[in-house]
């Protein structure tokens, strides 16, 4: 890969460009970095979209960490399903990346995240928050997904160089 494809801060730049637009959290860091996988932004998006709110606002695993998943799987998942081998480097990267966010952020659990508490108020409704300055204010996700884009265009930048 170049580091004209890579752009890596400005795909960093674009996942929070993205939320701040309405994007879910997932969307908004897959979208940033599809064009490398040969995704078009709609189909990102439309991919992505289910998992926004914790996965269809259940508030389990964060949106971000999502993305963080989906990209891996883009970069190194396995296309034979006997190949047990590419399998486990997959889940390698996978459990790597994610233990960096859960570092930086003490939890991949988006109600933990949001400071929810109790099965009824995470699993309350599957109606989406209304993006409004308070939203924005009251939630941390901006920052997630920021964190989020940055954890793997790190981790492209070491398996690629820089971008």
Do not use: W
């Not at 890596?8 to 994007?23: C, K, T, W």
């Amino acid at each position: 890969m170049t580091k004209d494809i890579l752009r890596l801060e400005e795909r960093v730049a674009q996942s929070v460009e993205n939320f701040m637009a309405g994007y879910g959290c997932c969307q908004s860091v897959v979208a940033a970095f599809a064009d490398i996988y040969g995704l078009d932004d709609t189909q990102a998006k439309k991919l992505a979209a289910g998992f926004g709110g914790g996965v269809g606002r259940l508030r389990m695993m964060c949106g971000a960490v999502s993305g963080i998943v989906m990209l891996v799987g883009l970069d190194c998942g396995q296309t034979e399903g006997s190949d047990r081998e590419g399998k486990s480097a997959c889940y390698k990267v996978v459990q790597e990346l994610l233990a960096q966010s859960q570092q930086e952020n003490g939890s991949l659990i988006c109600a933990e995240i949001l400071g929810v508490k109790g099965h009824a108020k995470a699993h309350s409704s599957y109606v989406a928050s209304e993006r409004t300055a308070e939203y924005y204010k009251s939630r941390p996700c901006a920052a997630k997904v920021e964190s989020a884009a940055r954890i793997f265009a790190n981790y492209l930048k070491g398996k690629y160089g820089e971008g």
